[in-house]
């Protein structure tokens, strides 16, 4: 007897599921092979509110479907019998890690079509919070990250120096999440005084936590062991399924929005993306750490180089009841997750005809991570959602 | 899940063995929450006692609300020190932190979580959507204030609320339990019909049994 | 760059309006049987592989569907918005699952929130972000969200609604 | 006998508050490592009152009520049959000849019952909890058994008293010096049988929450929570006297087993977990290698 045919689960493993002609796994439940379990929503391996049906072959997961909706409040009709001021509030509770990217966007819909100039330290600052929210966003994910695989040692670093960039933020716009700073014309308050300082204070004690968590998660044998060569993305996937972000620099696309197509003050900053080869979870994993450390370099710059003086905010007129000719228009940026966008009509009255939010995690969250559960252990399913940085409120708004 | 899945079904075991399985009656107990009254009141303070330094809370993030659950629970906020803990399951949590709006789909399963607890059990709501539906009070997805449809002990306010604020709740809930007035899970039992004649109303598809355990 | 490409478009397609957005950014109208060979063409010869979203618009006092495909070229750093016309009974519409498989994902949210259908696209049916929805779908412009709220689920009494600027006025700068 | 029965009650009492207090002071040390100031020490005499005080409570079949009631008597009888203080009338237990090969058996004695109560929850995660369990307990045994086998060899006895004498009279008696190879194989043993990082996949919080327990509660999470802290402290006390000498007094029993836990402790702190079939396989290589070698070294270099 052959080893392939004593362990015949052994070897190729995605042959199983077999595909039948129709493109759907042949999966026959009543045979008693297989187990069907919700990976959520009800479950701490779940990023967010959302839930993944999978059908279990043993240890391995051979179909993998995502539920989305259990986060749906319906902003998109919302903000359509909002003025557009109004909107302002909800547009930050879109995607509540990083809410700034929501306002940045719907802000500069606005500007873009009424042309409502932004004084030049309004654009740093904007680009300030941008980046402090990027920063803040990855320290999260670096705690979720280990958390998904039980290293509760480096999530508690990760969120303790989330906390100090969250005090920055405080102090910045007066929020701790939701920060609604970044207004049409530029943003709500000045920057206060002493705020470098202190920020370089916050962001050396995270250089060394970050010096810390590279050696005890980066460089952990265990961690390499269960992450690498898992859950990998195929360079050629990058265009079928949307992926943007991180997840398809560490395929090798070099793509960065910040870069490709600079918006605020990136264009006077200096930084080179961050690209990988072979996007494993590790790949990724350790791809957004560099990103992470770059952001920190980020903000020094930004710091730097913000003018002293100047207005923070525009003059807009009559900014209560905001009328905008009718028009379209598309606005990108670059969060932690990839290409956020807004896509905003305008009919020419007071409320817009239509606000239409496009999270990274819509292609991320369904199509790409259906593909990618197939032939993964279900112990691999947490870390593999968290690889993806997966965020459901902007998949189902 | 689905309707269909709650008719009575063949089975064949892998044996070739056929039997029928019923799974209302099978799967679920189709019992009605009972009042469970506490025995001996100065057992019953002891025991209040230490429900209330000994919080489970389930870790079902309903809403945004749960991004501040993180702080909460690592360095900066700690609400370990306080005996809050963290459960994955609802058998062995008994606080629900319903922390955000709920939208129909996500009731459903909060419901369920709630009727899996065991008793006694306290419900949390955090934020301002869910006392009165807050910024979301003209969504259609929704719903508006949590009490109609589960027995809530305390309310945290504000959209959304800081770590401190979770922290006095607590502190808050505390009070109630040892006080003997954190008697949800009676009042759910009590007032059972009321309860689930509120929940169907907003809930179309009610394809589970009334009450999961 | 962009007129190159729409120059070429408009060889082969009836091209009903162009707006440029930016220099960067142009939105197009193109009839509804059209419009997904025209997407794949721009896929495969202009290389707008980078399909960005898919979203509807109500107008409804037209009794028209508005669809936007927004396309992404990564070389060129360019955008096209292709807009298609559809009318809004009986809406429906080519897929396009076959170029990008993510598409699929946005058919089956225009579907459930629009109520849009694209035959042939995988799926389609099943519940996306709802669930046990009856009635006109939500994002349409018919659909009252605020009476919907209102009279379905139940109210806490005592919410009051102001207009945003007469209050602020009151409240903040009641001298002015 | 009725003697040696009161007062192995009394020190199973004490061991228990002892391992109570030793968990909650494990928690705290995990908190510290995180810069939190972490739950009281005395939480978890709370959470077991509070998990008593539950009003209601489901049951799912006779063998899920057996299932801790198994695990518990697992770790009791652990601990009954392992001597806790050497030559003390009072904290002897019921240790007798042969005591080691019976502590093998209540070794697995308890997962074996915690199987059959989670299997007959009914819950799918408790299902796959408990194959993974299972799993990795065999693969654990296998080292571990190697270096009890390598002790046994070594001093010529089954019984834990004479293991134990054997290695009276100085430090360098300890098995840890005379025979590493052995004591190293067993210590890593003790990793996956601690049931901490990286090594818990069996009741892992993200994986799969939270295995074989998923569906317990009220007076078996009780139980399971008292066996939570006599289990360890039985498995601790039965390496200590292995290889470390035994202990003398109480005092030195609290602190030698102090230092066996808290060599799970630390490891557990700083690694992630293993996916099961990965710590098997990890139990099959190191572990097991160190072992053999161990048992080579008995053979044919002590005697």
Known sequence: MSKKEFFPMDGDRTKYPEIKS???????????????????????????????????????????????????????????????????????????????????????????????????????????????????????????????????????????????????????????????????????????????????????????????????????????????????????????????????????????????????????????????????????????????????????????????????????????????????????????????????????????????????????????????????????????????????????? | MSLEDLNKKQIVSPDGEHFEVDPMNDYFCQDRPEEVKPVNKIVERFYNWARSESLWILGFGTGCGAIEMRPL???????????????????????????????????????????????????????????????????????????????????????????????????????????GKAEGANEYANKFDWYKKNQKEVIRDWDMPDYNW | MLENIISELEKQFQLEAVDHNSSDLVFLTIDRDHAVMAIDLLKWKFGYKHFVLLTAVDFLEEGKFQLTYILNNPDTKTDIGVRVRIDREDANMVSAHHLWPTVATYQRELKEMFGIDFPGSPRLNDPFILEGWEGTPPYRRDFDTKAFAASFYHQREGRTTNDPATYMKEKLYPNE | MGEKILFALISLFLTINYGFLMNGVIRKIYARVGRRHGIPFY???????????????????????????????????????????????????????????????????????????????????????????????????????????????????????????????????????????????????????????????????QEIPIGPPTEYHSNYMALMLSNRAIFPMAKAILFMNLFFGGANTYWEMMIKTFAVVMWSVFVGVSFPRFRVEQSIRWFLRVPLILGILGIVYVQFFMS
């Open chain 1, 22 to 397: 129709d493109g759907t796994a042949d999966i026959d439940l009543s045979s008693h092979k297989y187990i069907k379990l919700w990976h959520g929503p009800n479950h701490p391996g779940i990023t967010g509110n959302m839930a993944v049906e999978l059908t279990l072959c043993g240890d391995e997961v051979v179909e993998g479907i995502t539920h989305v909706g259990y986060l749906h409040r319906g902003f998109e009709k919302l903000m359509e019998r909002r003025k557009y001021i109004q909107n302002f509030p909800l547009v930050c509770r879109i995607a509540v890690p990083e809410p700034d990217y929501n306002e940045y966007n719907y802000a500069t819909c606005i500007e873009n079509l009424t042309g409502i100039d932004v004084p030049e330290k309004g654009m740093w600052l904007r680009t300030l919070t941008l980046e402090m929210a990027r920063l803040q966003g990855f320290l999260m994910w670096i705690g979720g990250m280990a958390g998904a695989i039980g290293f509760g040692t480096v999530g508690q670093w990760a969120n303790y120096c989330r906390d100090l960039v969250l005090d920055r933020f405080e102090e910045l716009t007066g929020g701790r999440i939701y920060h609604i700073y970044i207004l049409p014309g530029g943003v709500r308050n000045d920057i206060p005084e002493g705020f470098k300082d202190r920020m370089e204070k916050n962001l050396r004690e995270i250089e060394g936590f970050m010096k810390d968590i590279r050696r005890a998660f980066f460089d952990n044998y265990v961690f390499k062991k269960r992450s690498v060569g898992v859950g990998y993305i195929d360079p050629a996937w990058v265009f079928d399924y949307g992926i943007v972000g991180p997840n398809a620099r560490a395929a090798g696309f070099k793509h960065d929005i910040r870069k490709n197509y600079p918006y605020a003050k990136y264009a006077e900053l200096d930084f080179e993306i961050t690209t990988a080869k072979d996007s494993d979870i590790y790949t990724r994993a350790f791809l957004r750490f560099e990103e992470l450390l770059k952001d920190i370099d980020l903000i020094r710059q930004i710091l730097d180089k913000m003018p002293e003086k100047g207005d923070h905010i525009s003059k807009v007129s009559n900014m209560m009841n905001l009328k905008i000719p009718a028009g379209e228009t598309y606005v990108r940026s670059e969060c932690t997750r990839g290409e956020y966008g807004y896509y905003l009509v305008a009919d020419g009255s007071e409320y817009p005809r239509r606000v239409n939010v496009r999270g990274p995690s819509y292609t991320h969250g369904v199509a790409l991570l259906e593909k990618m559960l197939v032939n993964v252990n279900i112990a691999d399913v947490a870390q593999l959602m968290v690889s993806l940085h997966t965020y459901p409120p902007e998949i189902e708004r």
């Open chain 2, 73 to 179: 629970m690592t360095p900066r906020f700690d609400a370990y020190r306080f005996g809050v803990q963290w459960r994955p399951t609802p058998r062995q949590a008994n606080l629900l932190i319903v922390s955000g709006y709920l939208s129909t789909k996500t009731l459903k399963r909060v419901i369920r979580v709630y009727e899996q607890m065991q008793n006694p059990k306290f419900v949390m709501g955090l934020g301002s959507c869910t006392i009165n539906g807050g910024m979301y009070f003209d969504s259609y997805n929704t719903i508006k204030r949590l009490d109609y449809y589960l027995p809530v002990d305390v309310y945290v306010a504000g959209c959304m609320p800081r770590p401190e604020a979770l922290l006095a709740g607590f502190e808050e809930l505390k009070k109630l339990i040892k006080a």
């Open chain 4, 43 to 205: 939480q978890m005499y709370i959470d077991l009152i509070k998990t008593l005080a539950l009003r209601t409570n489901i049951r799912h079949g006779t063998m899920f009520y057996l299932g801790p009631v198994f695990r518990f008597a697992g770790g009791v009888g652990l601990f009954l049959f392992t001597p806790v203080v050497f030559g003390s009338a009072m904290f002897g237990n019921l240790s007798f000849s042969g005591d080691v090969l019976l502590l093998l058996s209540f070794q697995f004695f308890g997962t074996l019952g915690m199987a059959l109560g989670a299997g007959e929850s009914g819950h799918p995660n408790a299902a796959i909890g408990v194959t993974r369990g299972l799993a990795q307990m065999t693969a654990v045994e296998v080292p571990f058994v190697l270096a009890l086998m390598g002790v046994a060899i070594q001093y010529d006895s089954l019984s834990l008293h004479d293991i134990v004498a054997a290695q009276q009279g100085g430090i360098m008696h300890w098995t840890l010096f005379t025979n590493p190879f052995i004591v190293a194989a067993g210590m890593l043993a003790l990793l996956g049988s601690f049931m901490r990082p990286p090594f818990d996949v069996v009741l892992a919080g």
